[in-house]
């Protein structure tokens, strides 16, 4: 069974660099070494960010 990215690269790396995630992603080897703190504040700016799109439309 393969994963299905639910988030495209770019929007991970976009909510990383606003959050100040990125540069630990780049330099540690990958999103592994993200904790889980960090990993919840970009599901929460991902879901503020498709509710403002989704009243703007």
């Given amino acids: ?3 299905r990215s639910v ?3 770019a929007l991970k790396e976009e909510i990383a ?3 100040g995630v990125y540069e630990s992603v780049k330099h ?3 999103w592994g070494e ?3 703190r960090d990993c919840g504040n970009m ?3 991902a ?3 498709a509710n403002k799109a989704a009243r703007q439309s």
């Fill in 1 to 3: 069974m393969s994963k």
């Fill in 7 to 9: 988030m495209s690269q």
């Fill in 17 to 19: 660099k606003e959050l």
């Fill in 28 to 30: 540690n080897g990958g």
């Fill in 34 to 36: 993200v904790t889980s």
């Fill in 43 to 45: 599901v929460t700016k």
């Fill in 47 to 49: 879901i503020e960010m």
